[in-house]
């Protein structure tokens, strides 16, 4: 009888358990742990705060939110027309001045047709010589070619157009039927028509999550929001040298461990998932094990990770819940119950389970 007495005083004992190498401190009502993690390849402890999920944290967040995706680069209002580059092909026609024009008209194949802006964005013209074209719209350059041949001629009437487009190019790679490089022509090139023009998506596609890299800085762009809601900053202009990364949703997941009835890893669907739709994937907590009051999401991030608690218990758990976004690779933690913590390490520890030791006790008269 009395060696069951301290496994008695055991199991009324309040206790927290924390993974090895954590420490919880908590101060002025809030509570912070001590996790080791890597940080220029060594390892630091740094300190996490366990945030509440409250309705003015899910108003913050939203807020936070619509404010990243509308960090979008600037659009520069001159650069919406095509200006003519290097290894771009002109045709340059000069009306009563056959001369001047390419020999052999129309006998000539299209791809060595017009004349050739140099690697320095330099065109050679009969009477004019060298002119500086590139970065110049096609009305520009007219205008230069006009003035300096007018030097020479009376009442020039001239015209220019792009014959081959290849100075400009974004390249379109990821989760879309045929990706690679594209060239840009006077027609502004949008994301969506980028999309368009590499055959669409893949079936594993995932729109709410597409970036953007430009001029050595990444951007994420939510085209799903743009399909759906008709939120067109999403619709950028790109410019040369852009690449267009559509995302892969099987790397879209949420990972649900501890204490629910179903521990798995969940897709993200359309880039929309609620901390309560992966409860409901998860087949709720189990009610023998759990404590409700524990429900975790614990969110890595690039640089600094974050941990927000659910209070299951109380009456708004399940609309806070609802209306708590998660994001690709969080990780949901339902935390144990104190009674079946102790029970477990007992189990480990001791010969037998204590639902054994308490038979044997009762059989012995106890």
């Known amino acids: 009888m009395f ?5 008695m005083l055991i199991l009324t004992l309040p206790g927290c358990f924390l993974a090895p190498g954590m420490d919880m401190n908590t101060d002025n009502g809030l509570t912070e ?7 220029d390849g060594q390892l630091v402890k740094e300190k996490v705060r366990i945030v509440p999920i409250t309705a003015d944290l899910i108003i913050e967040r939203e807020a ?43 006998k000539i194949a299209p791809e060595m047709a017009g004349k050739v802006v140099d690697e320095n964005g330099d065109l050679y013209y009969p009477y004019v010589g060298s002119i500086h074209v590139a ?38 790679v990821g989760e879309v039927v045929r990706p690679g490089v594209q060239t840009m022509n006077e027609t502004p090139l949008t994301v969506a028509e980028a999309i368009t023009r590499a055959g669409g998506s893949t079936k594993d596609s995932d729109f709410a999550n597409v970036a953007l890299a430009r001029d050595g800085k990444l951007y994420k762009l939510d085209v799903q929001a743009m399909y759906e809601k008709g939120l067109t900053t999403q619709n ?57 009051g524990d429900i975790y999401v614990i969110r890595a ?31 949901l933690f339902i935390g144990t119950a104190g009674v079946t913590q102790w029970s477990r390490v007992l ?20």
């Not at 742990?33 to 940080?39: A, C, L, S, V």
């Open 3 to 7: 060696r069951l007495i301290p496994i």
């Open 33 to 39: 742990i001590e996790m080791p993690m890597k940080k």
């Open 64 to 106: 936070n939110r619509r404010q990243a995706i509308n960090n979008l680069p600037p659009v520069d209002p001159n650069k919406t027309s095509y200006r003519i580059g290097p290894q771009d092909r002109l045709q340059i026609t000069v009306w009563e001045h056959p001369e001047l024009n390419d020999p052999g008209g129309e």
């Open 135 to 172: 970065g110049k719209t096609v009305t520009e350059a007219r205008a230069d070619l006009t003035r300096e041949l007018s030097k020479y001629f009376k009442k020039v009437k001239l015209d220019i157009r792009v014959l081959s487009f290849q100075a400009h190019r974004v390249a379109v």
């Open 236 to 292: 950028l202009l790109l410019k040369d040298g852009d690449v267009l990364n559509v995302g892969d949703q099987k790397d879209s997941k949420v990972f649900v461990m501890g204490e629910a009835n179903r521990q798995q890893a969940i897709q993200i669907n359309k880039g929309r998932m609620s901390l309560s739709q992966a409860l409901a994937e998860a087949s709720g907590v189990d009610f023998n094990t759990s404590r409700p």
């Open 301 to 331: 991030g690039d640089m600094q990770p974050e941990i927000f608690q659910l209070d299951a218990e109380s009456p708004d758990a399940m609309i806070l819940a609802d209306q708590f976004p998660l994001q690709a690779h969080d990780t």
């Open 347 to 366: 189990n480990q520890i001791l010969p037998g389970s204590f639902t054994a030791i308490m038979s044997q006790a009762a059989m012995m008269g106890m």
